[in-house]
């Protein structure tokens, strides 16, 4: 069993930048890919990036390729989402996930977090 806890939403203008935390409980985070989605009002919610357990590898939905960075540090327990130039479109509750692969499907994260929400004015 994984717990999930985010922290780092809030309120920022568009073109600033936020970076969210997920800390995670137990002695198997180690052991899972991570990922963060989003859901924005009205909306399914979407991938955003995903992180292989070793950071190895990364992944991230082409709307946010080159703006968002995921990170990790297992001695922590902690994984990131550096977001930079924010834009208004991005503002959603923010979600980090644990699964066995780190996929883009909802479907395949086992454990979810509460959610932090991410507001971008214009």
């Known amino acids: 069993q994984v717990q999930l806890v985010e922290s780092g939403g809030g309120l920022v203008q568009a073109g600033g930048s936020l970076r969210l935390s997920c800390a995670a409980s137990g002695r198997t985070f180690s052991r899972y890919a991570m990922g963060w989605f989003r859901q924005a009002p009205g909306k399914e919610r979407e991938f955003v990036a995903a992180i292989a357990w070793n950071g190895a590898s990364t992944y991230y939905a082409d709307s946010v390729k080159g703006r968002f960075t995921i990170s990790r540090v297992n001695a922590k327990n902690t994984v990131y989402l550096q977001m930079n130039s924010l834009k208004p479109e991005d503002t959603a509750v923010y979600y980090c996930?644990?699964?066995?692969?780190?996929?883009?499907?909802?479907?395949?994260?086992?454990?979810w977090g509460q959610g932090t929400q991410v507001t971008v004015s214009s």
């Open positions: 996930a644990a699964g066995n692969r780190p996929t883009a499907w909802v479907d395949e994260y086992d454990f």
